[in-house]
């Protein structure tokens, strides 16, 4: 059972856009959603984390939205660039407990 | 440098085989972890080891087993490979198994089996 559902599989951007993964969860025990990027032939590594008692992080170029009514939250880049062609995973976990990674999505930034 | 190596970085072997991977973290972190990383990119955590102690074990063939000689290492032995077990093996290493720290991953190694 997929304990994160993550969409879309792959996506598309030009150069200069926004780019939009979305992540859903069940487990309202989860309580820490981080964001890893995965650049071909490496491991992923820590993009952006958020706790839902705030709503919205940003960093840069990135941004986490988080709804926690809805058990929603997703990723923004703005202004994507093609060296963020990557595979990005979204992943919940809770005190204690392990991480439990979306399926990823594909993103390529078309220059 | 590295904060997470692994050995080696490809692996061909025929089925049937018994091969090791092995990882090494310098972080001093105490919780050490084995993912697998199938073609479609799907993460699976397999292993997680606190202080050289298992504390997860997923649902994964009793063909692996991991091995943790101290914090700063853990192994992964597998056994009768199978066409199956071709992957992406991923190790990770965190400061503690809580679930709120970062996860460092070292750069994989790509089992083939033929």
């Known amino acids: 059972q997929q304990q994160v559902k993550q969409s879309p599989q792959s996506l598309i951007v030009q150069k200069g856009g926004i780019s939009i993964i979305n992540c859903a969860y069940e487990n309202t025990a989860f309580d820490y959603f981080p964001w890893y990027q995965q650049f071909p032939g490496k491991g992923p590594a820590l993009l952006i984390a958020i706790r839902p008692d705030v709503s919205e992080k940003k960093e840069g170029r990135f941004t986490i939205s988080f709804n926690k009514s809805a058990k929603q939250f997703s990723l923004h880049i703005m202004d994507s660039q093609p060296g963020d062609s990557a595979t990005y995973f979204c992943a919940a976990s809770w005190t204690g407990n392990q991480f439990y990674f979306g399926t990823g999505t594909s993103l390529t930034v078309i220059p | 440098d590295t904060a997470v190596s692994q050995t080696p970085k490809y692996l061909v072997t025929q089925m049937g085989n018994d091969k090791s991977i092995k990882c090494e973290q310098n972080l001093g972190h105490d919780t050490m972890y084995w993912y697998k990383q199938d073609s479609k990119k799907f993460l699976k955590i397999m292993f997680s080891?606190?202080?050289?102690?298992?504390?997860i074990n997923e649902t994964v063939p009793n063909r692996f087993s991991p091995k943790s000689p101290d914090k700063a290492h853990l192994n992964l032995h597998i056994n009768s490979l199978e066409l199956g077990d071709s992957a992406v093996y991923f190790c990770?290493?965190?400061?503690?198994?809580?679930?709120?720290?970062?996860?460092?991953f070292g750069p994989g190694t790509r089992l083939t089996v033929l």
């Open positions: 990770a290493s965190s400061q503690e198994g809580t679930g709120y720290n970062e996860q460092f």
């Open positions: 080891y606190n202080n050289k102690e298992l504390i």
